[in-house]
């Protein structure tokens, strides 16, 4: 099957500019994440969808930082304005749904590198 | 509450060698354990997992991890190294799905395994 994808691969903006971030999970999966990995440290959880509704995003910035999936399926991530300590990478993951087999098994995308400068 | 300490955030080995790669972990709920390993400019690879049955977990790669309830560690072994094995490698919790929530990981903050030869 194929696996999640992202785009882009990298990104290089300015600090106050906006970017957004695009995530298609695996075909199926009901639960979709977003996390923000800084250089040095392990990922962590900005926003995390069962569906197309929000089931935690107590650690996104919200401010700054919003982020949908309309029908279920894509998302986008997006920041505006950007600040220079967001630059890191920005990892998507999905999981199938609970009870269908899976043993609840996050499958992780590429990844988008963020450069705030 | 759910946090995860990896101990030491670089390790280097002799290929051939033994690989130990700690991790202990803190839960006010029964814990799933999960060890993921990540390669330059890619995202993350579930290496194995524990999930309430065997204590024992075997994954990919020559990898084993034992979950020790008594000391709450989910050490990451391997017997002999290899090169290819030089990565990043994290140790994640997340709550069982029996307790309720939604399976958020908690990664710790990362080990970066070398294999010199």
């Known amino acids: 099957e194929a696996g999640v994808a992202q785009s882009p691969r990298y990104k290089i903006i300015e600090k106050r500019q906006s970017v957004a971030f695009w995530c298609n999970p695996i075909s199926g999966h009901a639960t979709l994440y977003w996390y923000q990995q800084i250089l040095g440290q392990g990922p962590k959880l900005l926003i995390q969808f069962q569906n197309n509704g929000v089931v935690d995003d107590s650690q996104l910035p919200k401010d700054r930082f919003s982020a949908e999936r309309l029908k279920g399926v894509d998302s986008t991530l997006k920041i505006q304005p950007a600040k220079l300590e967001d630059s890191a990478v920005y990892l998507c993951a999905s999981r199938p749904t609970p009870g269908a087999g899976k043993n609840y098994e996050q499958y992780f995308g590429p990844g988008t590198r963020l450069t705030v400068t | 509450a759910q946090s995860v300490t990896q101990l030491g955030s670089h390790v280097s080995v002799s290929e051939g060698a033994l690989v130990l790669l700690r991790c202990n972990y803190s839960s006010s709920v029964p814990p799933y354990l999960f060890w993921y390993v990540q390669y330059p400019n890619q995202g993350l690879q579930l290496l194995l997992k524990?999930?309430?049955?065997?204590?024992l977990v075997k994954g990919i790669n020559g990898f084993e991890a034992e979950f020790k309830k008594s000391e709450t560690s989910f050490h990451l072994t391997k017997p002999s190294a290899h090169m290819s094995d030089a990565a990043e490698y994290f140790c994640a919790v997340s709550a069982s799905p029996f307790s309720g929530g939604y399976n958020k990981l908690i990664f710790g903050a990362g080990t970066r395994l070398a294999v010199h030869p």
């Open positions: 524990y999930t309430s049955a065997a204590t």
